[in-house]
């Protein structure tokens, strides 16, 4: 295999030291435009590519940003916010290190502390837990540390966060405007902060219409389209099943339809059915499924834009955001009949 031309290399042709070409290619001020000129060309003639990793470590600045999510997918939401980062990060010269923690607080750790080893300039990081302790123990006055994510504490110093109680007040305005009274929550475990919010703001809203707060929960996050068939073919054996049911996440929505449609059932005809996320299979012509909006997009951005200033120590940092969700009526959801 043929060697890459290094900078020696281009020293050697224009006859001067590897030292001057580093020069000369970082666009130095003691190198002459002339010599500046001729290096270039050599360096495009001989189709030289800059190391990254090696001006990194020369310059002790990092081109690399780290991420850590806990799972990956076009079925998962962290897959539009890795998305919306990497792009980001791409317009501003800085490429992105993803790892997956699969929901495992060890595997978690250890990408953490891959990260640190790695020089990142900053990692963000959408936990699998709301105790993030261990991720700050890892990264401390070693690299900043941002959190994205509903798991994220609103005391966090450096955060990016998601209104859940917000997604509550939407979801049951919408059915109670439909003339729904009998509304359920189906949630999943582990318990979380994402989930808390999600259930409290249920509570209030349903309180405040003198509605009794029906919640139930099963299964885990690895698999809510399970967790929602389950809740369904439970409620439907008691003969509980509510006129309304709003699911902490799409394929939990999922779940509950085709339920419904094993029993001869379908939403909204006997159950509206709200999900949480809009991701891609919302669409689908056999679901269009009615669901609450998590902007990933805006909360990427504002991520990357967070990590830039902190790896260039900016003084004044907007520490923390809030995002909102917002309604997306489609045809799983209709009138109470």
Partial sequence: MEKKPTIKTIAKIAGVSHVTVSKALRDAPDISSQTKARIVQIATDIGYTPNAAARNLSTNNSGT???????????????????????VAAENGYCVMLGSSH??????????????????????????????????????????????????????????????????????????????????????????????QKEEGFVTEMSKRGLPPKIFKTGHASNTLAAGMELTEQLIAQNNLPTAIWCASDLMAVGVINALKSHGLSAPEDVSVIGHDDLYFDLFPDITLTTL?????????????????????????????????????????????
Wanted: charged letters at 20%.
């Fill in 65 to 87: 940003i780290g991420m850590i999510v806990p799972a990956m997918g076009e079925n998962t939401a962290y897959n539009a916010i890795f998305n919306e980062i990497s792009a």
């Fill in 103 to 196: 929901r495992d607080i060890e595997l978690e750790k250890k990408h953490c502390k891959m990260m640190v080893e790695n020089r990142v300039g900053a990692l963000i990081v959408a936990s699998c837990t709301s105790d993030v302790s261990h991720i700050k123990d890892i990264c401390k006055n070693m690299i900043p540390v941002l959190f994205v994510g509903g798991k994220t504490d609103p005391n966090e110093k450096y955060s990016m966060l998601c209104d859940y109680r917000y997604s509550a007040t939407l979801a049951v305005e919408h059915l109670y405007s439909l003339g729904h009274r009998d509304i359920a929550f189906f949630a999943y475990g582990p318990d979380n902060l994402t989930i808390r």
């Fill in 293 to 337: 909006h998590t902007p990933m997009a805006e909360i990427g951005r504002a991520a990357v834009n967070l990590a830039l200033s902190l790896m260039n120590c900016e003084k004044e940092v907007e520490s923390r955001q809030l995002f909102r969700t917002s309604l997306v009526v489609r045809h799983t959801t209709g009138n109470c009949k």
